[in-house]
């Protein structure tokens, strides 16, 4: 996965913490709501994500889970 933060160049060393976030019961969020609330659900999530780690970490949405984020600092 070469968007994927495991997939860049960047070198990982020992001072690299990696943080993941599971939305719990998101499937009750789209039966109840409908997908397109879920979807900004997902898209509001992934904004505060982004700007909660610093500059040199990355936030990304997990790749094949909508409701999985990963943070690697």
């Known amino acids: 996965m070469p968007d994927s933060p495991a997939g860049n160049n960047r070198s990982i060393?020992?001072?690299?913490?990696?943080?993941?976030?599971?939305?719990d019961s998101f499937k009750h969020i789209n039966d109840t709501h409908g997908h397109q609330f879920?979807?900004?659900?997902?898209?509001?999530?992934?904004?505060?994500?982004?700007?909660?780690?610093?500059?040199?970490?990355e936030f990304t949405r997990e790749y094949g889970q909508g409701d999985e984020f990963v943070a690697v600092l």
Request: aromatic residues 4%.
């Open 38 to 57: 879920g979807d900004e659900v997902i898209a509001r999530v992934n904004e505060i994500g982004i700007g909660c780690v610093p500059d040199r970490a």
């Open 13 to 23: 060393n020992r001072n690299t913490t990696i943080g993941y976030i599971d939305i």
